[in-house]
């Protein structure tokens, strides 16, 4: 089993940053899971944010956060980073960390078949 616990959610401004932190654990997590971050507003659906490539070699970003969000790893802690810049009230949400060896599941509109999820961290951007 796998579990994963994010931190680093909290209320910002319109305009400021926030670092996310995802931190796995469990026997298996070495086995090569890509990981990725999907967020769900109030009275939305869940939606898929960014995903990361098991050797961190590749990253995806969905277009209204690319070249404002960089999602990063490091294998050697067991930990994935959502690195989140020009925060908008649009971007406020829960912000779910997911584990999947299939990339493409991580890359799926809202993640169905995912292997492993957080409980999700809030994040609150102000106007």
């Known amino acids: 089993q796998v579990q994963l616990v994010e931190s680093g959610g909290g209320l910002v401004q319109a305009g400021g940053s926030l670092r996310l932190a995802c931190a796995a654990s469990g026997r298996t997590f070495g086995s090569y899971y890509a990981m990725g971050w999907f967020r769900q507003a109030p009275g939305k659906e869940r939606e898929w944010v960014a995903a990361?490539?098991?050797?961190?070699?590749?990253?995806y970003y969905a277009p209204s956060v690319k070249g404002r969000f960089t999602i990063s790893r490091d294998n050697a802690e067991n930990t994935t980073y959502l690195q989140m810049n020009s925060l908008k009230p649009e971007d406020t949400a829960v912000y779910y960390c997911a584990a999947d060896r299939a990339i493409a599941t991580l890359t799926s509109p809202s993640g169905d078949g995912m292997d492993y999820w957080g409980k999700g961290t809030l994040v609150t951007v102000s106007s």
């Open positions: 990361i490539s098991w050797s961190g070699s590749k990253t």
